[in-house]
């Protein structure tokens, strides 16, 4: 069974779907010196769903400049049916090197 941990702002999905219903992945984002954010990508279902499902996402890695603040921002932008699109973005001094994003979906 999966089970969604939020600690201090930050959650966790520790396991996988291992429901014939939902879906799961990840998605890293790595670039040293230069900050890849802002990202925006668009993940495809391996089979489409029958409706739009629900999309879970949480942080689960960041890389960060360690003399800045460390702030950043996931956005859930739309749900299809058969993909969903995420974007990620640094704030303002945020100077992100790294960000691992877990995700989950079902009906």
Request: proline share 6%; glycine share 6%; aromatic share 12%.
């Given at each position: 069974m999966d089970a969604l941990l939020i600690v201090a702002g930050i959650c966790c999905c520790i396991g996988c779907a291992t429901?014939?219903?939902c879906q799961s992945g990840e998605l890293e984002f790595f670039s040293y010196p230069e900050s890849p954010f802002p990202q925006q990508r668009t993940i495809k279902f391996k089979r489409p769903f029958n409706d739009?499902?629900?999309?879970?996402?949480?942080?689960?890695?960041?890389d960060s400049h360690y003399n800045l603040n460390t702030r950043a921002n996931i956005r859930l932008?739309?749900?299809?049916?058969?993909?969903?699109?995420?974007?990620i973005t640094a704030a303002h001094d945020s100077q992100l090197y790294?960000?691992?994003?877990?995700?989950?979906?079902c009906p």
């Open positions: 429901s014939a219903m739009r499902p629900v999309v879970m996402y949480c942080m689960r890695m960041i932008l739309w749900v299809r049916p058969e993909r969903f699109s995420l974007r790294g960000l691992g994003v877990s995700w989950m979906a």
